[in-house]
């Protein structure tokens, strides 16, 4: 069992930056492949970006050039740093792991309860 707690969401003006934490119980997390999602209001939730048990990113085009992913297995916790942020960018951000590295949220086992992220024009 994995339980995943994401912090650092909150209200940030056009251009600016946040850094999201995941930090995650269990002693198998450098296993697993970690992933944040998104999810705005009326929409589906969206791969953002992930990284393999190695430590490999993949970025959705929307994340490229703005979004960084990153872990450190000692401290149990993945990061999101999010760059340049625009206002379709928000929506409530999610941490997933899993076994397989994947854009699809069915193919994670296990998620957070999301926080917040808000982009004001």
């Known amino acids: 069992q994995v339980q995943l707690v994401e912090s650092g969401g909150g209200l940030v003006q056009a251009g600016g930056s946040l850094r999201l934490s995941c930090a995650a119980s269990g002693r198998t997390f450098s296993s697993y492949d970690m992933a944040w999602f998104r999810q705005a209001p009326g929409k589906e939730r969206e791969f953002v970006i992930a990284?393999?048990?190695?430590?490999?990113?993949t970025y959705a085009d929307s994340a490229k050039g703005r979004f960084a992913i990153s872990r450190d297995n000692t401290k149990k916790t993945v990061y999101l740093q999010m760059n340049s942020l625009k206002p379709e960018d928000t929506a409530v951000y999610y941490c997933a792991a899993g076994s397989l590295p994947s854009y699809h949220p069915s193919t994670y086992d296990y998620w957070g309860q999301g926080t917040q992220v808000t982009v004001s024009s």
């Open positions: 990284i393999t048990w190695s430590g490999s990113p």
